[in-house]
């Protein structure tokens, strides 16, 4: 048979075309679709201008009507919200982007239900949809211009809220997404309790990736505002402030908010102090106590790679190659984590460099250069800028001691400088 290519006007005449195509009986079609046979016959007929969802899926379903069609259709009439939320929900999985996103803006258009309530019901679905962020982004863009066109500042607010939520997972735009993150913060008076502390908190991490310590401590303080005083999320946040002051070099502002952290009774809690307690200790100058804390730390899963890199700097401020030769014969058990998110990136890249360091004190030119490329490569991905020049420092003083017969080194600088152009 043949594809439907007549014009049609109303739905009634698109099932009536597509009953025929398929030589079946109205009688038939009720038999399948369980709708009653007078139903359908007032629905062809156009005297049922509105049918509802419930009536209309099964009849496009047993005829295979294609859903473009059906909402090509019912566009030209004023139809019930339900309709178009049940057509939404047939839409998510057919993998039409723009046809969800067409579906949304003629159920916002409807008349039966007010703008905020119909915005509500679409957020919800929204929310819903699992594992599609592509089509979760198309639809918070209509909930965002609707609601932005129509004065609705509370749905303005959520929209890009979670918006935010889903892009901030692009890694490779991290400076792009902050500022959409930092723009909702124009409208956070609309958002509830429970979101000013989810945007606090993650703009907060968000801002210490990028290296915006005091923005950092700055969002962080306002979650902790917004929080329950004993919430996962205010132990987070207090973290985050810790580490902030710590990066900044106020190191008794970071121990003031350690200790603030140490008081949460959340099972993370004591892995994460003695970490920090260990940092303390090393720009205290208490190195022999900070190795023997680190060491300790490390069976710590979330901390391992972190610790690594301090034992290797602190090995090789006492010279002790040996220590740091034994920890680098287990790297696979820190380089296991797969994660790809700046914590992990930036772990990976300081490993590199530091071992790099360590072959260089081992007389092994060819190999250290190597891991400075590989850690300059990681630190671009970073934007860590003066990371970069750091190891592109450390390659170019130790590149005439390189043997590079194969040319093999050559072509990896050839390509991290291919890398750095973009």
């Not at 390659?395 to 072509?411: A, E, L, S, T």
Request: glycine share 4%.
């Amino acid at each position: 048979m043949g594809s439907i290519s007549a014009v049609y006007s109303t739905l009634g005449e698109l099932i009536q075309r597509y009953r025929y195509e398929r030589s079946m009986t109205q009688a038939k079609l009720a038999e399948l679709t369980r709708i009653n046979r007078g139903s359908i016959s007032k629905i062809e007929n156009g005297d049922i201008k509105r049918p509802d969802y419930a009536t209309i899926q099964p009849i496009i379903s047993v005829l295979n009507v294609p859903l473009r069609e059906v909402i090509d259709a019912l566009s030209l009439t004023d139809h019930r919200s339900d309709t178009w939320f049940g057509l939404l929900h047939n839409s998510t999985s057919s993998g039409d982007y723009s046809l969800s996103a067409e579906i949304a803006s003629y159920l916002l258009a409807s008349r039966n239900e007010e703008s905020e309530v119909l915005l509500g019901k679409l957020f919800q679905i929204v929310q819903e949809i699992s594992n599609n962020n592509e089509l979760k982004l198309s639809l918070l863009n209509i909930v965002i211009t609707y609601a932005r066109s129509h004065g609705i500042q509370r749905f303005v607010a959520r929209g890009t809220l979670h918006k935010y939520l889903i892009e901030r997972d692009d890694f490779s735009k991290m400076e792009a997404t902050y500022q959409t993150g930092h723009y909702v913060l124009h409208y956070v008076e609309f958002l509830s309790r429970e979101e000013k502390a989810t945007l606090y908190y993650k703009l907060g991490v968000h801002a210490y990736n990028l290296g915006l310590y005091n923005e950092c401590i700055e969002l962080c303080k306002n979650a902790v505002i917004q929080e329950d005083v004993e919430s996962s999320f205010s132990a987070y946040s207090t973290l985050a402030i810790c580490s902030s002051y710590f990066e900044l070099e106020q190191y008794d502002m970071a121990e003031k908010y350690m200790k603030t952290f140490s008081l949460f009774s959340f099972p993370f809690v004591q892995e994460n102090v003695d970490y920090w307690t260990a940092k303390l200790n090393e720009k205290k100058g208490n190195i022999e106590l900070a190795v023997s804390q680190f060491q300790q730390c490390l069976d710590i899963p979330s901390y391992k790679l972190n610790v690594v890199n301090s034992l290797l700097r602190l090995y090789r401020v006492n010279k002790d190659i040996n220590s740091a030769a034994k920890l680098i014969q287990n790297e696979q058990e820190y380089l296991i984590q797969s994660e790809d998110n700046p914590i992990f990136i930036s772990g990976r890249a300081h490993y590199f460099l530091n071992k790099g360091k360590y072959l260089i004190d081992s007389s092994k030119e060819n190999e250290a250069v190597e891991h400075f490329i590989m850690s300059a490569k990681l630190f671009f991905r970073l934007n860590e800028t003066k990371k970069i020049y750091e190891c592109l420092e450390l390659i170019f003083r130790h590149m005439k001691n390189v043997k590079d017969d194969d040319g093999m080194i050559n072509n990896k600088m050839e390509k991290l400088f291919e890398d750095l152009k973009k």
